[in-house]
């Protein structure tokens, strides 16, 4: 059964789209299926992907509104090969729209039904806000990814975060666990990044993902010619910091499976 996992964190520009993107491909080159699907009105993770947010025939609007079954606004991705949902700024219309609507905190719960036969890993990446496509996200998934830079303000932009799932956890959906703290843009030279990252390490233990993901300008340019850096530039350490990062949430899996 496919795992599913909203990469999520309401602050923006922390990684969320650079990790979901990248995770993707890094899973698809283990072998493993993968649906990525794009819940920000901003499309990043869908232009990310090398699929036109403005040329949409069928996106995420209309899935969450019910308008269209969810395997046919399904595209392949090439060359990086995974599945995506894509987005654009009609989400913003899907989010009032689901207000009105019964079950409007299980709407992609419900839709995924249909699809998630056939993937090893589903990834959602989020909106930086904690609005009714975030919560949507959190009830459908068994897992949340944060990530997060180890800077100053970070610890205390958690604790909302934290929040919000815990009380999804214990009313909608009480699989849902933290999967697991990325640090993004890590930089060792920089003494708050160390002292940050420490506080992290001793407040979520194992939580925290070993793999760390370094600042590296491929990461930052491949969006703009629409791939993954793996498809981009794969010996970039960008590239391998999210190869390496999949190595690890393969391991986790098939270590959870056996215990
Ligand atoms: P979010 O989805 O959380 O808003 P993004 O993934 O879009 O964040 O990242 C914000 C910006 O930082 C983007 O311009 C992205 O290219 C850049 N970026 C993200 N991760 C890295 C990294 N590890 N190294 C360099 N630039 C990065
Ligand atoms: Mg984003």
Redesign the pocket.
């Known amino acids: 059964m496919s795992k599913i996992l909203a990469i999520a964190?309401q602050?923006?520009?922390?990684?969320?789209?650079?990790?979901?993107?990248n995770l993707a491909a890094s899973l698809v080159a283990t072998k493993r299926r993968v649906l990525l699907i794009d819940l920000?009105p901003?499309g990043?993770?869908t232009m990310g992907s090398g699929i036109d947010k403005y040329d949409l025939e069928l996106s995420m609007y209309d899935v969450l509104t019910g308008k269209c079954r969810t395997a046919a606004a399904v595209q392949k991705t090439d060359p990086a090969g995974y599945d995506l949902l894509p987005a654009n700024g009609d989400l913003v219309a899907a989010e009032v729209e689901l207000m009105e609507m019964s079950r409007k905190e299980s709407r992609l719960r419900d839709a995924l039904g249909e699809v998630r036969p056939d993937y090893d890993y589903i990834l959602i990446?989020c909106p930086?806000s904690l609005n009714m496509l975030t919560v949507n996200a959190l009830v459908a998934a068994q897992g949340v990814l944060i990530?997060m830079q180890c800077e100053y303000y970070a610890l205390e932009g958690l604790s909302a975060l934290i929040q919000t799932v815990e009380s999804i956890a214990s009313t909608l959906n009480p699989k849902l666990e933290i999967e697991g703290l990325l640090r993004?843009?890590?930089d060792p030279r920089n003494s708050l990044t160390v002292d940050v990252s420490a506080q992290l390490m001793s407040h979520f233990g194992d939580k925290v993902y070993g793999t760390v993901?370094?600042?590296?300008?491929?990461?930052?340019?491949?969006?703009s010619h629409g791939l993954p850096a793996l498809n981009y530039d794969k010996s970039s350490r960008?590239a391998v910091?999210y190869l390496a990062l999949a190595g690890e949430m393969n391991r986790r899996t098939r270590q959870a499976a056996r215990a």
């Open positions: 964190n602050k923006g520009g922390v990684g969320k789209t650079t990790t979901a993107v920000d901003q990043n993770a990446d930086p990530p993004t843009m890590y993901i370094p600042r590296n300008v491929r990461l930052a340019e491949a969006p960008g910091a």
